[in-house]
Every structure is written in structure tokens, then in C-alpha cells.
């Protein structure tokens, strides 16, 4: 589930850093203002291009891994709850430090990133299960 909810909160990011959009919907909360963490400079560094992109090119492959394999792939293709697992990993520890830089960098953060962290960080317990059964074989 975290590895959809994240892309669709990317989806609505992208639309804004590609311009198709004005202004990134968020609820009038304080300490939220997603209009500038999603336009800032630090937004654009990697590659020139809105983070929403890679971020969702990246949930992609984790999208791949969680669904690739079948039922008993923990038998078949031990490497891949492997593989999803520290790709699980490697995309929370990315979540954190982004939710992190969203306070130091800019004093605001983005519902729609802490949205797409909340839902990154509750894939790891999901993977858990997986891949112990793959450290069995």
C-alpha cells in the first residue's frame, strides 16, 4: 500500500514542478507551505529536474520489486524480498533525511512529502515478514 500512496503523492508534486499546476493543495495547517519546499532550489539540484520525478521513478522500482516474483518467491527468488528490503531501506532513510531538510532548509513542510514518508516508513514492517522467510532458504 506505502508503495502506491507514495507515487500518487509525487503525481500531485510533479504537476506543480512541471507547472501544470498554480499551487500544491494543502490543508491551512501551520508549518505547512508545500508551494516553497517544492520550488526550491534543492527541489531542482539532481539532474534538473522536480525531486516529484525521480521520487517517482524510484517508488517504481520499489513498486516492481514488492509485486515481481509470485506468492512463493521467497523460494524461488530469494534475492527479491532481498532486494525489496533494502530498497525499502534505502527509501526511508531518503524520506527521513528529506522530511528533516523540509524544517532545517526551508522552517515548512509539504503534506503531500510527509504523506509519501508516512506511507514509505510503514513498507518496512511490511517487508520484514518476506524477508526472513528468504534468510530461512
Known amino acids: 500500500m506505502g508503495s502506491l500512496t507514495s507515487p500518487a503523492c509525487m503525481g500531485v508534486i510533479a504537476l506543480y514542478q512541471i507547472g501544470a499546476t498554480k499551487h500544491v493543495p494543502e490543508p491551512p495547517l501551520?508549518?505547512?507551505?508545500?508551494?516553497?519546499?517544492?520550488?526550491?532550489?534543492?527541489?531542482?539540484?539532481?539532474?534538473?529536474?522536480?525531486?516529484?520525478?525521480?521520487?517517482?521513478?524510484?517508488?517504481?522500482?520499489?513498486?516492481?520489486?514488492?509485486?515481481?516474483?509470485?506468492?512463493?518467491r521467497h523460494v524461488s527468488h530469494p534475492w527479491l524480498p532481498r532486494a525489496l528490503a533494502v530498497k525499502a531501506a534505502f527509501d526511508a532513510a531518503q524520506a527521513a533525511k528529506l522530511t528533516v531538510d523540509q524544517w532545517t532548509k526551508h522552517r515548512a513542510f509539504c503534506s503531500w512529502c510527509l504523506t509519501a514518508a508516512g506511507a514509505t516508513f510503514a513498507v518496512i514492517p511490511a517487508v520484514i515478514p518476506e524477508l526472513r522467510a528468504s534468510l530461512r532458504k
Do not use: C, H, N, W
Open 30 to 72: 501551520p508549518l505547512l507551505d508545500a508551494d516553497k519546499v517544492d520550488a526550491s532550489k534543492e527541489a531542482y539540484e539532481k539532474l534538473s529536474v522536480g525531486d516529484a520525478f525521480i521520487g517517482f521513478v524510484s517508488y517504481g522500482v520499489t513498486m516492481l520489486l514488492a509485486a515481481a516474483g509470485g506468492p512463493r
